[in-house]
């Protein structure tokens, strides 16, 4: 109840803001103009367009940003020699940002697909390894030591066995928050022209159509708010061999 109290206040403030003159509405549309822009986008084509264009960029960059992320997170977290190896090459190349690789996207992949999602499994990666090498680390020594009692000495038993299970939470968690990282990498990705959300939100604001920017700034929050709402989902099902 108090939830939804709170957004019907907020678009009332948005609504009046611009109504009352507070704020030039080309600059601030309000609300109540968003739908017949939705309307006029969706009827033009565009819309479904920019949408199918961002949806494969998102499921490409997301899945193999994803697997890379938690696979080498894995393998770095049950070896403390390959975490030692990598763990200046780690050091320098996490803080830099997305978009600073995007001129080295466009020279490798040009202004293609290809290079929209490079810069989402950039963008994806970094934060299911940190997640799945912590959830390594923080399993248990002595589960591994009673896997060793009950014969299952190999490295690979102990991961199917052991880690993988006692992990399997923390990982879910990173592959969560890599879900909506992903959309605000799509954005990014797709500025500096490839076919997309971000595209068409450049050219709208190019014109200062802001009500279509809304609209699409909407359209990424509903996609994200039925993804992540799936893979709860989703998770919960898998989970649920846990007490």
Not at 100 to 106: L, Y
Not at 205 to 210: E, F, P, R, V, W
């Given at each position: 109840?108090?939830?939804l109290?709170?957004?019907i206040?907020?678009?009332a403030?948005w609504?009046?803001?611009p ?5 030039r509405?080309?600059l ?8 017949a822009a939705?309307v ?33 997170g ?11 190896f990598t ?5 320098l190349?996490r803080?830099?940002?997305g978009l ?7 020279i ?15 963008g994806?990666?970094?934060i299911?390894?940190f997640a ?17 009692a ?8 102990k991961?199917v066995k ?18 909506g990282q992903?959309?605000?990498s ?8 490839v076919?997309?959300?971000?595209q068409?939100?450049?050219?709208a ?6 009500d279509?920017v809304?609209v699409y ?5 509903l ?8 893979f ?8 649920r061999?846990?007490p």
């Open positions: 109840m108090w939830a109290l709170g957004v206040a907020f678009l403030v609504e009046a803001v109504r009352l003159g507070l704020v509405p080309v601030l549309p309000p609300p109540s103009a968003i739908p939705f006029a986008e969706v009827q033009s084509g565009q819309w479904t367009d920019a949408i199918l264009h961002s949806l494969v960029h998102y499921l490409w960059g997301l899945v193999v940003g994803s697997v890379a992320g938690i696979g080498l894995v393998v770095t977290g049950i070896s403390p020699r390959l975490e030692d763990s200046w090459v780690v050091r190349l803080p830099i940002p600073a690789w995007v001129p080295f996207a466009i490798w992949f040009g202004i293609t697909p290809l290079a929209a999602t490079f810069i989402i499994v950039l994806v990666f970094w299911n390894y799945a090498l912590a959830a390594v680390q923080a399993v248990d020594r002595d589960l591994l030591e009673l896997a060793d009950f014969g299952h000495r190999s490295t690979t038993a991961l052991v880690v993988l299970p006692a992990s399997s939470g923390a990982i879910l968690a990173g592959l969560r928050t890599g879900l992903a959309w605000m799509v954005v990014a990705a797709e500025l500096f022209g076919p997309g959300l971000g068409r939100m450049m050219q604001s190019s014109l200062l159509a802001t279509i809304i700034m909407a359209t990424m929050a996609f994200y708010g039925l993804v992540d709402m799936g709860v989902a989703l998770r919960d099902r898998l989970m061999w846990k």
